[in-house]
Protein backbone atom coordinates (compact mmCIF):
# COMPACT_ATOMS: atom_id res chain seq x y z
CA UNK A 1 0.00 0.00 0.00
CA UNK A 2 1.18 3.59 -0.95
CA UNK A 3 2.34 4.95 2.19
CA UNK A 4 -0.50 8.56 2.01
CA UNK A 5 2.33 11.22 2.24
CA UNK A 6 4.11 10.06 -0.59
CA UNK A 7 0.42 10.68 -2.85
CA UNK A 8 1.29 14.22 -2.80
CA UNK A 9 4.49 14.28 -3.78
CA UNK A 10 3.33 11.70 -6.62
CA UNK A 11 0.78 14.39 -7.62
CA UNK A 12 3.13 17.32 -7.50
CA UNK A 13 5.73 15.13 -9.93
CA UNK A 14 2.72 14.44 -12.47
CA UNK A 15 1.38 18.40 -12.30
CA UNK A 16 4.63 19.53 -12.97
CA UNK A 17 4.47 17.77 -16.72
CA UNK A 18 1.07 18.51 -16.99
CA UNK A 19 1.88 22.33 -16.56
CA UNK A 20 4.23 22.39 -19.33
CA UNK A 21 1.41 21.85 -21.80
CA UNK A 22 -1.20 23.68 -19.73
CA UNK A 23 -3.56 21.60 -19.25
CA UNK A 24 -2.69 21.44 -15.30
CA UNK A 25 -6.41 24.17 -14.35
CA UNK A 26 -8.57 21.36 -14.48
CA UNK A 27 -6.70 19.68 -11.62
CA UNK A 28 -7.93 22.15 -9.10
CA UNK A 29 -11.17 21.01 -9.46
CA UNK A 30 -10.93 17.09 -8.54
CA UNK A 31 -10.76 17.54 -4.78
CA UNK A 32 -9.26 19.11 -2.01
CA UNK A 33 -5.92 17.20 -2.02
CA UNK A 34 -5.53 17.72 -5.85
CA UNK A 35 -6.18 21.34 -5.47
CA UNK A 36 -3.01 22.04 -2.74
CA UNK A 37 -0.91 20.05 -5.23
CA UNK A 38 -1.68 21.73 -8.09
CA UNK A 39 -2.21 25.49 -7.37
CA UNK A 40 1.11 26.10 -6.07
CA UNK A 41 2.47 24.69 -9.50
CA UNK A 42 0.40 26.71 -11.34
CA UNK A 43 1.12 30.11 -9.67
CA UNK A 44 4.73 29.55 -10.05
CA UNK A 45 4.01 30.72 -13.97
CA UNK A 46 1.99 33.41 -14.78
CA UNK A 47 1.70 34.30 -18.44
CA UNK A 48 -0.86 36.93 -20.16
CA UNK A 49 -0.23 38.55 -23.34
CA UNK A 50 -2.50 40.36 -25.77
CA UNK A 51 -2.25 38.35 -28.16
CA UNK A 52 -4.14 36.19 -26.71
CA UNK A 53 -7.02 37.94 -26.99
CA UNK A 54 -9.44 38.85 -30.01
CA UNK A 55 -9.86 42.60 -30.28
CA UNK A 56 -13.11 44.79 -30.92
CA UNK A 57 -13.45 47.60 -32.62
CA UNK A 58 -13.42 49.48 -29.70
CA UNK A 59 -9.80 48.37 -29.52
CA UNK A 60 -10.81 47.15 -25.90
CA UNK A 61 -9.84 43.78 -24.80
CA UNK A 62 -13.78 42.85 -24.02
CA UNK A 63 -13.97 38.90 -24.92
CA UNK A 64 -12.54 35.59 -24.44
CA UNK A 65 -11.90 33.36 -21.92
CA UNK A 66 -8.12 35.19 -21.36
CA UNK A 67 -9.50 38.34 -20.67
CA UNK A 68 -11.85 37.21 -17.69
CA UNK A 69 -8.87 34.74 -16.41
CA UNK A 70 -6.71 38.25 -16.49
CA UNK A 71 -9.86 39.99 -15.11
CA UNK A 72 -9.68 37.68 -12.05
CA UNK A 73 -6.07 37.74 -11.86
CA UNK A 74 -6.36 41.41 -11.25
CA UNK A 75 -8.87 41.57 -9.00
CA UNK A 76 -7.20 38.66 -6.88
CA UNK A 77 -4.03 40.84 -6.45
CA UNK A 78 -4.90 43.53 -5.61
CA UNK A 79 -7.66 42.62 -3.38
CA UNK A 80 -7.72 42.20 0.83
CA UNK A 81 -7.79 38.45 0.75
CA UNK A 82 -4.69 36.71 -1.30
CA UNK A 83 -4.44 33.59 -2.54
CA UNK A 84 -2.18 31.50 -0.45
CA UNK A 85 0.20 30.38 -2.89
CA UNK A 86 0.32 33.61 -4.84
CA UNK A 87 3.56 34.12 -2.74
CA UNK A 88 5.18 31.08 -4.96
CA UNK A 89 5.59 33.37 -8.40
CA UNK A 90 8.57 32.92 -10.17
CA UNK A 91 7.85 33.86 -13.59
CA UNK A 92 5.34 36.91 -14.93
CA UNK A 93 4.82 37.97 -18.24
CA UNK A 94 2.27 41.24 -19.29
CA UNK A 95 3.06 41.70 -22.54
CA UNK A 96 1.41 44.40 -24.98
CA UNK A 97 -0.90 45.23 -21.77
CA UNK A 98 -2.29 48.01 -19.89
CA UNK A 99 -1.67 47.71 -15.97
CA UNK A 100 -1.58 50.13 -13.62
CA UNK A 101 1.03 50.93 -11.00
CA UNK A 102 -1.38 49.50 -8.23
CA UNK A 103 -1.50 46.05 -9.67
CA UNK A 104 2.13 45.83 -10.57
CA UNK A 105 3.34 46.94 -7.10
CA UNK A 106 0.77 44.95 -5.45
CA UNK A 107 2.42 41.74 -7.53
CA UNK A 108 6.12 42.81 -6.77
CA UNK A 109 5.62 43.03 -3.30
CA UNK A 110 3.75 39.96 -2.53
CA UNK A 111 5.75 37.55 -4.83
CA UNK A 112 9.75 37.87 -3.63
CA UNK A 113 10.62 35.13 -5.65
CA UNK A 114 10.03 36.65 -8.97
CA UNK A 115 13.57 35.53 -11.45
CA UNK A 116 11.81 36.49 -14.66
CA UNK A 117 10.25 39.29 -15.21
CA UNK A 118 8.79 40.24 -18.70
CA UNK A 119 6.38 43.47 -19.09
CA UNK A 120 7.03 44.03 -23.31
CA UNK A 121 4.94 46.93 -25.26
CA UNK A 122 2.79 47.42 -21.91
CA UNK A 123 1.71 50.54 -20.83
CA UNK A 124 -0.26 52.49 -17.97
CA UNK A 125 1.96 52.37 -15.63
CA UNK A 126 5.05 55.06 -14.02
CA UNK A 127 8.01 54.66 -12.86
CA UNK A 128 7.39 53.97 -9.19
CA UNK A 129 6.26 49.60 -9.75
CA UNK A 130 9.65 49.90 -11.85
CA UNK A 131 11.61 51.24 -9.14
CA UNK A 132 9.74 48.28 -6.54
CA UNK A 133 11.58 45.57 -9.03
CA UNK A 134 14.77 46.59 -6.89
CA UNK A 135 13.44 46.30 -3.60
CA UNK A 136 11.04 43.51 -4.33
CA UNK A 137 13.18 40.70 -6.45
CA UNK A 138 16.55 40.43 -5.45
CA UNK A 139 16.24 37.40 -6.77
CA UNK A 140 15.41 38.37 -10.41
CA UNK A 141 17.77 36.83 -13.63
CA UNK A 142 15.44 37.34 -16.26
CA UNK A 143 14.45 41.18 -17.77
CA UNK A 144 12.63 42.26 -20.34
CA UNK A 145 10.86 45.99 -20.57
CA UNK A 146 10.51 46.36 -24.31
CA UNK A 147 9.07 49.78 -25.77
CA UNK A 148 8.67 50.51 -21.56
CA UNK A 149 8.20 53.75 -21.77
CA UNK A 150 8.50 54.83 -17.50
CA UNK A 151 11.80 53.55 -17.54
CA UNK A 152 14.49 56.04 -16.46
CA UNK A 153 17.87 56.45 -15.64
CA UNK A 154 17.01 56.57 -11.59
CA UNK A 155 15.03 52.95 -12.75
CA UNK A 156 18.06 50.79 -14.32
CA UNK A 157 20.65 52.45 -11.91
CA UNK A 158 18.40 50.88 -8.77
CA UNK A 159 17.29 47.75 -10.64
CA UNK A 160 21.18 46.38 -11.46
CA UNK A 161 22.52 46.92 -8.10
CA UNK A 162 20.08 45.43 -5.80
CA UNK A 163 19.52 42.21 -8.69
CA UNK A 164 23.52 41.21 -9.25
CA UNK A 165 22.37 38.12 -10.61
CA UNK A 166 20.78 39.51 -13.65
CA UNK A 167 22.03 37.15 -16.46
CA UNK A 168 19.05 38.84 -19.36
CA UNK A 169 18.57 42.28 -20.00
CA UNK A 170 16.53 43.65 -23.01
CA UNK A 171 15.94 47.21 -22.87
CA UNK A 172 15.08 47.68 -26.44
CA UNK A 173 13.14 50.54 -28.39
CA UNK A 174 13.40 52.45 -25.38
CA UNK A 175 14.46 55.74 -27.36
CA UNK A 176 13.55 58.28 -24.49
CA UNK A 177 15.77 60.64 -23.38
CA UNK A 178 15.03 59.57 -19.45
CA UNK A 179 17.70 56.85 -20.62
CA UNK A 180 21.08 57.61 -21.18
CA UNK A 181 24.49 56.14 -21.75
CA UNK A 182 24.66 56.51 -17.77
CA UNK A 183 22.45 53.13 -17.30
CA UNK A 184 24.72 51.28 -20.26
CA UNK A 185 27.48 51.83 -17.73
CA UNK A 186 25.72 50.91 -14.56
CA UNK A 187 24.67 47.51 -16.13
CA UNK A 188 28.10 46.74 -17.07
CA UNK A 189 29.17 47.93 -13.83
CA UNK A 190 26.91 45.55 -11.50
CA UNK A 191 25.63 42.81 -13.80
CA UNK A 192 29.30 41.18 -14.45
CA UNK A 193 26.91 37.70 -15.26
CA UNK A 194 25.09 38.79 -18.02
CA UNK A 195 24.42 36.31 -20.71
CA UNK A 196 22.18 38.03 -22.78
CA UNK A 197 22.18 42.17 -23.57
CA UNK A 198 19.86 44.16 -26.19
CA UNK A 199 20.47 47.96 -26.28
CA UNK A 200 18.81 47.95 -29.63
CA UNK A 201 17.34 51.34 -30.79
CA UNK A 202 19.46 53.79 -28.13
CA UNK A 203 20.05 56.25 -30.52
CA UNK A 204 21.45 58.47 -28.20
CA UNK A 205 24.32 56.65 -26.32
CA UNK A 206 27.66 56.74 -27.20
CA UNK A 207 31.03 55.01 -27.41
CA UNK A 208 32.16 55.12 -23.73
CA UNK A 209 29.14 53.70 -21.99
CA UNK A 210 29.51 50.50 -25.10
CA UNK A 211 33.54 50.51 -24.18
CA UNK A 212 31.77 49.43 -20.61
CA UNK A 213 29.79 46.61 -21.51
CA UNK A 214 34.21 45.21 -23.00
CA UNK A 215 35.69 45.99 -19.83
CA UNK A 216 32.97 43.97 -17.59
CA UNK A 217 30.51 42.05 -19.83
CA UNK A 218 33.05 39.13 -20.56
CA UNK A 219 30.23 36.29 -20.72
CA UNK A 220 28.12 37.71 -23.29
CA UNK A 221 26.62 35.37 -25.63
CA UNK A 222 23.73 37.12 -27.28
CA UNK A 223 24.55 41.18 -27.84
CA UNK A 224 21.96 43.19 -29.78
CA UNK A 225 23.26 46.83 -30.23
CA UNK A 226 21.03 47.49 -33.67
CA UNK A 227 19.96 51.20 -34.36
CA UNK A 228 22.98 52.72 -32.11
CA UNK A 229 23.84 55.67 -34.38
CA UNK A 230 26.57 57.14 -32.08
CA UNK A 231 28.42 53.82 -31.85
CA UNK A 232 31.43 53.38 -33.72
CA UNK A 233 33.92 51.09 -35.24
CA UNK A 234 36.19 51.53 -31.38
CA UNK A 235 33.73 50.44 -29.23
CA UNK A 236 31.91 47.36 -31.49
CA UNK A 237 35.51 46.16 -32.06
CA UNK A 238 36.38 46.84 -28.08
CA UNK A 239 33.36 44.28 -27.50
CA UNK A 240 34.72 41.39 -29.60
CA UNK A 241 37.65 41.73 -27.76
CA UNK A 242 36.70 41.10 -25.20
CA UNK A 243 33.37 39.17 -25.22
CA UNK A 244 34.88 36.12 -26.53
CA UNK A 245 32.01 33.64 -26.01
CA UNK A 246 29.74 35.78 -28.23
CA UNK A 247 27.32 33.67 -30.51
CA UNK A 248 24.84 35.59 -31.66
CA UNK A 249 26.11 39.35 -32.80
CA UNK A 250 23.02 42.16 -33.94
CA UNK A 251 24.71 45.42 -35.37
CA UNK A 252 22.23 45.70 -38.07
CA UNK A 253 20.88 49.24 -39.15
CA UNK A 254 24.59 51.02 -37.48
CA UNK A 255 28.00 52.59 -38.92
CA UNK A 256 30.23 50.35 -38.64
CA UNK A 257 33.21 49.49 -41.14
CA UNK A 258 35.33 46.85 -42.75
CA UNK A 259 37.27 47.11 -39.25
CA UNK A 260 34.95 45.78 -37.15
CA UNK A 261 34.07 42.65 -39.63
CA UNK A 262 37.90 42.31 -39.58
CA UNK A 263 38.06 42.02 -35.93
CA UNK A 264 35.09 39.79 -35.69
CA UNK A 265 37.02 36.67 -38.20
CA UNK A 266 39.83 37.33 -35.73
CA UNK A 267 38.63 37.43 -32.55
CA UNK A 268 35.00 35.88 -32.03
CA UNK A 269 35.81 32.00 -32.30
CA UNK A 270 32.21 30.97 -30.93
CA UNK A 271 29.86 33.18 -33.10
CA UNK A 272 27.43 31.26 -34.89
CA UNK A 273 25.19 34.71 -35.60
CA UNK A 274 25.91 37.92 -37.03
CA UNK A 275 23.14 40.38 -38.69
CA UNK A 276 24.84 43.36 -40.34
CA UNK A 277 21.69 44.25 -42.59
CA UNK A 278 21.29 47.84 -43.37
CA UNK A 279 25.23 48.70 -42.89
CA UNK A 280 26.00 50.15 -45.98
CA UNK A 281 30.04 51.27 -44.81
CA UNK A 282 30.75 47.46 -45.05
CA UNK A 283 31.98 46.00 -48.07
CA UNK A 284 31.55 42.93 -49.60
CA UNK A 285 35.19 42.15 -49.89
CA UNK A 286 35.30 42.59 -46.18
CA UNK A 287 32.08 39.80 -45.71
CA UNK A 288 33.85 37.75 -48.14
CA UNK A 289 37.07 37.19 -45.95
CA UNK A 290 34.80 36.45 -42.94
CA UNK A 291 33.27 33.72 -44.76
CA UNK A 292 36.62 32.58 -45.49
CA UNK A 293 37.90 32.61 -41.91
CA UNK A 294 34.38 31.17 -40.36
CA UNK A 295 32.48 28.94 -43.55
CA UNK A 296 29.72 28.16 -41.16
CA UNK A 297 28.76 31.36 -39.85
CA UNK A 298 25.23 32.65 -40.29
CA UNK A 299 25.45 36.44 -41.67
CA UNK A 300 21.99 38.58 -42.08
CA UNK A 301 22.89 41.24 -44.97
CA UNK A 302 20.00 43.26 -46.62
CA UNK A 303 17.42 41.95 -47.70
Known amino acids: MTH ?16 KDK ?18 ILWRRIEFSVEGYRQKQCGKNTSGPLYWRLMKFKRVMCGKAKPLYCSKMAYLKLTGLKISDTLLCAILRLCPDIHTLILDRSYGFSNIP ?17 TCKAITDRCISEIVRSCPKLEYIHFAS ?3 LNVTGASVIEIA ?34 LDLSSNYYM ?11 CANIQYLILHRTYITDKTIYDIAHYCSNLLVLDVGDCWRISKESIHFLLSKKPTLDIILDT
Open 232 to 242: TDDAVCDIVRS
Open 130 to 146: IIEIARCCPKLLHMSLD
Open 23 to 40: VLYLALFVNHLWYHCSAP
Open 4 to 19: PLIIPELLENIFSFLA
Open 189 to 222: QFCPNLIYLNLSSHHHIKDISFCAIARSCVNLRH
Open 174 to 176: ICS
